[in-house]
């Protein structure tokens, strides 16, 4: 029986043909979208030798999703520039906000404590007059202190009212301070911290009375009385006066919270009571030489009277770092 040679056999799909499609679609095709492709796709074509028939229709999620695959388009990635999102949820434009926020609270805290210092200047207790008498030598037969530019008695109030007003001021803007910084910490720090707030104020106080009746005093009779010349008559100004007294208190209660300050260092990780120990000896060539730049007369007596209790205070944050509990190591004070 001959065959017809007007008959023209099924076309057998080459191997190139089926490793091209074969490959693209494995490519594309998630499992979800083979399974709908073979409820969808055409009947097959009849196996020829080993190669199966393709077929001839891709899955219709590619026109169902509008692209490939079925998965949904990946979001755009945000660079990280200013308002970028942060590692702790917050932007940088968020984070300068609740900075100023605090800046702010702090600075009313301050003006409330100036008006309070307005009224202890100009009301019935006279401060200045009490400062004058306290410090400044009254036993000359002329008045310690005198006043050589217009403005100079308004500006020297002006500057006393305003050193009491950060002096009441204190414990508000250490907490505003500490509100800006502890929402990276962890719950147990953030209680320790705030448990150590009454003790800034305290320090602070006791470095103002260290100042009021220890180096104030000594200070300003070493300096008044140096020499004793007949031909000199000492006679500072207002201005000068009233800027080394409130000067030399606000630099004593600051230095005083250095036990503080080391005391939460520690606790955040930063430092150890150990490596503390270790570095002693820089610590003395450390603290002699903050001693000359923040003293603001530069003489040798006024300096060692704040160098000698900055290390003294240095040695008490040693001891306060070792009742730092072992957990609070470096890994807790990054921020989350």
Do not use: C
């Not at 006791?206 to 008044?224: E, Q, S, Y």
């Not at 900055?310 to 957990?327: D, K, N, R, S």
């Amino acid at each position: 029986m001959t065959r017809d040679r007007n008959h023209n056999p099924r076309p057998v799909p080459t191997s190139n043909d089926f490793d091209a499609d074969t490959l693209l679609q494995s490519l594309l095709l998630t499992p979800e979208d083979t399974t709908a492709s073979s409820a969808t796709a055409l009947p097959a074509s009849p196996i020829v030798g080993d190669q199966r028939a393709v077929p001839n229709k891709r899955s219709d999620s590619t026109s169902r999703n509008g692209h490939h695959g079925g998965q949904p388009p990946a979001p755009p990635t945000k660079p990280v520039a200013d308002g970028a999102e942060q590692p702790d949820g917050m932007s940088l434009i968020e984070h300068l906000l609740e900075l100023r926020r605090r800046l702010i609270l702090a600075s009313l805290g301050v003006l409330v404590g100036m008006i309070i210092g307005l009224f202890l200047v100009l009301g019935p207790v006279n401060l200045v007059d009490f400062l004058i008498r306290t410090f400044a030598p009254t036993d000359k037969p002329y008045p310690p202190i005198q006043a050589v530019q217009i403005a100079e008695q308004f500006t020297s109030y002006m500057t006393v009212a305003l050193t009491i007003g950060i002096i009441l001021a204190m414990p508000m803007i250490v907490y505003q301070l500490l509100a800006f910084v502890v929402p990276g910490l962890t719950a147990k720090e953030r209680r320790a911290i705030f448990m150590a707030l009454p003790f800034v104020t305290g320090f602070f106080l006791l470095g103002i009375a260290f100042g009021w009746f220890v180096m104030v005093p000594t200070a300003i009779h070493f300096l008044i009385d140096f020499g004793q010349s007949e031909l000199i008559q000492a006679q500072p100004t207002l201005s000068d006066f009233i800027r080394i007294v409130m000067l030399l208190l606000l630099i004593n209660g600051i230095v005083f919270e250095l036990p503080v300050i080391i005391y939460v260092l520690a606790l955040l990780g930063v430092v150890t009571a150990q490596q503390l120990r270790a570095y002693r000896r820089y610590a003395v060539l450390i603290v002699t030489i903050v001693a000359a730049i923040i003293t603001p007369t530069g003489d040798p007596i006024n300096l060692a009277l704040l160098a000698v209790p900055m290390y003294v205070l240095f040695e008490v944050g040693i001891m306060l770092a070792h009742f730092v509990p072992a957990h609070s190591s470096g890994t807790s004070a990054v921020h989350k």
